[in-house]
């Protein structure tokens, strides 16, 4: 047995040097661990990217997403712009995530640089509607609950929807006509699919509408050959706001069904636009004086048709026999080869997939039955031989070289 004077001196000892741990491990970075040539540990990255949230609303726990850009920090006191981004019918859903797989949110996971905002992602849930009143109410309070924690700017609060979600936006712009900076739909209306009865009241309803949105920029985008949502709907509500003198633009991509989302939301210029529009500034009155009216945009209207792709040129056969050849990637091996038939071009790819390939230059081709936006841009040395073939996308470039006659087979 331990004699009762050790033991109290080892419980004193022991808690003593517990004491000296503990205020070793509360020691503040910077101070005791910088004055012996220690650097001090970074402080810890936000959480930034799509972000899992939830709401409670009308006693209903609503899982959604948030995306916050990597520049964003809690402590900074910066303003962020921030949008409202209502999803269409096939993501409804209660797990808070398939919303963020097409339109807007995929449009940032290709481009981050391009989207420096804030942007609220709410789901609808399955078998509703976004023009129900419970899922507006659901969808501005997520709104307001990340537009508090993140530091939503509210002169610069955007509106953004898709199908389903451009009928839901539209109810949002008319409900709350002088909360949003800037409006961009895609496949949107006001006339509901799941109710015809709407066109019986169309120059009621397109006057209620142009008349709440009022100067508010909107730009509407839809696909000519649409056959979900009408293109007809975007046509009339350009018409509306124009004639009110609104500022409305409206982009038709010819030869696109109802997914045209995907052409719209991967526009450079969408993301400056937005940024280009913020809501009137309140001045500041001296005592007495009159509060003058708000400096809103002035009118504006433009419609624009946008070709799926460029005109196609005729090339001769001397540009056609310097454009054929086979194209090797970095690794020596067989990326494309261009390969002629009279005087038509068609290109055969790694895995012997045949296309048809038009010209819009003598140095750039394209896929007149493919992607709208994929090109391939010859690159020829100072005699004008082409040497190399580029391919690229909105995302990425390929080199391929050119196969030399020497080398051939």
Known sequence: MCCPLRLLRFLLTACFAACLVSAARAQPVGTEAVRHGESARPAPLEDTGFLNRQIVSGGVIHHFQVYVPEEW???????????????????????????????????????????????????????????????????MET??????????????TYLSGISMGGYGAWELAIIYPHRWAAIAIAAGGIFWSYDPTRWQRASTLLAEYSHAVGHTPVW??????????????DELLYDAIKAAGGHVRLWLYEGLKHDCWTRAFREPELPRWLLEHRLPATPVLKPGQL???????????????????????????GQIENLA?????????PALTVE???EKLYAKDRYGEISDLAAASPTELFYPDGSSITRLVAVRDAEGRITAMVLHDDRHEERWEKRKPAQAQ
């Open 291 to 317: 509060q003058p009216p708000p400096q809103e945009p002035s009118a504006f209207a433009e419609r624009l048709l946008i070709p799926l792709h460029p005109p196609a040129i005729k090339l001769t056969t």
């Open 220 to 233: 509407l985008f839809h696909g000519t050959d649409d056959p979900v949502v009408l293109p007809r709907q």
């Open 73 to 139: 920090r809690r402590n900074d006191n910066r303003k962020w712009p921030i949008i409202l981004f209502l999803h269409g019918r096939g993501e409804r859903g209660s797990e808070g995530m398939w919303q963020t797989q097409i339109g807007l949110p995929e449009a940032v996971r290709d481009h981050p640089e391009r989207w420096p905002f804030i942007i609220v992602m709410p789901q609808c849930p399955l078998g509703s509607f976004w023009t129900d009143p419970d899922n507006l109410a659901m969808a």
């Open 325 to 333: 050849g086979e194209y090797l990637d970095p690794n020596g091996l």
């Open 143 to 156: 709104l307001e609950q990340e537009s508090q924690e993140f530091h939503g700017d509210p002169d610069r």
């Open 340 to 342: 002629r038939q009279n």
